[in-house]
């Protein structure tokens, strides 16, 4: 069974950084496309960003590209999104998940089976 589990969210003042983690376990995690979603109170989890499976391929929301870079280990089964420049929009809560059997992103959230239970993030203005 894949589990997976994210960490490094936090409280962070706007204009501030933060790096999320997100380990994988259960699994071969080179096989899996991965990717970074959120969901604020009252509101659709939303796409963040994704990597394809040799970091060859990666994707952002509008809303963050150019302040966030995702990023993976696959000695460590660990993926990566680093935050900077935060606004108080950043605030939700983020999940990882992955995406196993096939070798493109998706940005919806129905394109991935195996998900964690989400890291707070929350930017104060």
């Known amino acids: 069974q894949v589990q997976l589990a994210e960490s490094g969210g936090g409280l962070v003042e706007a204009g501030g950084s933060l790096r999320l983690s997100c380990v994988v376990s259960?699994?071969?995690?080179?096989?899996?496309?991965m990717a970074w979603f959120r969901q604020a109170p009252g509101k659709e989890r939303e796409f963040v960003s994704a990597i394809t499976r040799n970091s060859g391929t990666t994707a952002y929301a509008d809303s963050v590209k150019g302040r966030a870079a995702i990023s993976r280990d696959n000695v460590k089964n660990t993926m990566y999104l680093q935050m900077n420049r935060l606004k108080p929009e950043d605030t939700a809560v983020y999940y990882c998940?992955?995406?196993?059997?096939?070798?493109?992103?998706?940005?919806?959230?129905?394109?991935?089976?195996?998900w964690g239970r989400g890291t707070q993030v929350t930017v104060s203005s």
């Open positions: 998940a992955a995406r196993s059997g096939f070798i493109t992103i998706s940005r919806v959230p129905g394109g991935y089976r195996d």
């Open positions: 259960g699994g071969t995690f080179n096989d899996f496309v």
